[in-house]
C-alpha cells in the first residue's frame, strides 16, 4: 500500500470475506474523509500521490479494528446525519438513515414557534437536527447518562438550543417533568430479544442494547408508555410520531386507535418497510 489507489485494494484483500463490496466502499469513503479528508472525487484526482508513513499506520489501525467488527463510526468518532456531523461513542445508538427519514418527514410539517419533545435523545440526533433546521422550542429526554452527555457536546458543538432532561419515561413520576408540546417524538428500543441471532457482531458487540432490544412478550412497552405520555401532554391537535420495528406497525396503529388518535398514518422508509407512524392527538 504505497498511494492512495492501493487503499481500495487493501481494503479488498483483508475484508473482502467477511464484508459485501457496498460496505467496502462505504469503508473507504470514511477512510478517505477522516484521514484524507477527501471526497471520492479527491480520491480519484489524487489516486497516484503516495501515502505518508503515518498515513498508511492509521489505515491499517482502522482496518484491523474494522476486522474486529468494530463499526466504522465508532473508530473514527463520529457520523454525519441530517447535514451535521455529530460525535459518538459506545454508549449511544449510530444514527441511521431512516431515522433521517423521520426527521425529514417532522421538519416537512409547520413547526414555526412549536414546542417538542423527543424521548431517548441518544446522540442527539433527532432533537439537534430539528432544532437546526426549524424554530421549534426543542426539549429532549433519556435515561441514559452517558447518552445525554454525548448528545449536550453534540449540542454545545452545533450550537442547538435543545434542553436536555435526564429521566426515566417508564417512572410514573417523570410526567411531572414535562411540560406541554406541541409535538412528541420518539425513535424507542424495537428490536426483540430474539432478534438477536440474526444481527450483524458489529451491531450486537458495540451498541447500547439498552437502546435498541425489547422483550418479546413485551414489544411495545416503550411506545405504550410513551404514548400514555401523550395523551397527557399533548395539545389538543399535538402530533405523536415514532420510528417503529418493521413488523409492528399495525398493532401500534391499534393501540393508538384505542388510546383516541386519530389520522395515524403508517410510513415506509426507503427500503420499502413500514417504519414511520403520525398520530393527531384531538382530545
Not at 51 to 67: H, M, P, S, T
Not at 146 to 159: R, T
Request: charged share 25%.
Amino acid at each position: 500500500m504505497q498511494k492512495i489507489k492501493d487503499i481500495r485494494l487493501f481494503l479488498k484483500d483483508v475484508l473482502g470475506s467477511q464484508f459485501p463490496d457496498s460496505e467496502l466502499r462505504g469503508f473507504l469513503n470514511w477512510i478517505l474523509e477522516f484521514v484524507f479528508d477527501f471526497s471520492a472525487t479527491d480520491a480519484l484526482m489524487k489516486a497516484e500521490e503516495l501515502l505518508k508513513e503515518e498515513d498508511i499506520i492509521e489505515v491499517k489501525r482502522i482496518v484491523a479494528l474494522l476486522k474486529k467488527d468494530n463499526p466504522i463510526q465508532q473508530i473514527i468518532g463520529y457520523t454525519w446525519f441530517y447535514g451535521s456531523k455529530f460525535r459518538i461513542c459506545k454508549e449511544v445508538l449510530i444514527p441511521r438513515p431512516e431515522t433521517e427519514e423521520l426527521v425529514d418527514w417532522i421538519l416537512k410539517d409547520e413547526l414555526e414557534r412549536k414546542s417538542l419533545l423527543d424521548i431517548g435523545t441518544g446522540s442527539g440526533c433527532i432533537p439537534i437536527a430539528i432544532d437546526l433546521n426549524s424554530h421549534a422550542r426543542v426539549t429532549s429526554l433519556d435515561v441514559s447518562a452517558p447518552a445525554l452527555d454525548k448528545a449536550k457536546e453534540n449540542a454545545c458543538i452545533l450550537k442547538s438550543r435543545v434542553t436536555f432532561i435526564h429521566a426515566d419515561i417508564l417512572n410514573p413520576s417523570t410526567t411531572s417533568l414535562l411540560g406541554k408540546y406541541d409535538v412528541i417524538v420518539s425513535n424507542p428500543p424495537y428490536v426483540l430479544e430474539s432478534d438477536k441471532k440474526l444481527m450483524a457482531a458489529n451491531v450486537l458487540n458495540n451498541e447500547p442494547h439498552l437502546a435498541l432490544f425489547v422483550p418479546d412478550d413485551n414489544a411495545l412497552m416503550f411506545y405504550e408508555a410513551i404514548a400514555n405520555i401523550a395523551v397527557d401532554k399533548l395539545h389538543y391537535n399535538g402530533l405523536l410520531y415514532f420510528e417503529i420495528h418493521e413488523n409492528k406497525g399495525e398493532e401500534i396503529v391499534s393501540m393508538l386507535i384505542n388510546l383516541g388518535f386519530t389520522s395515524i398514518e403508517l410510513r415506509k422508509d426507503l427500503q420499502g418497510k413500514d417504519r414511520m407512524i403520525k398520530a393527531v392527538w384531538k382530545l
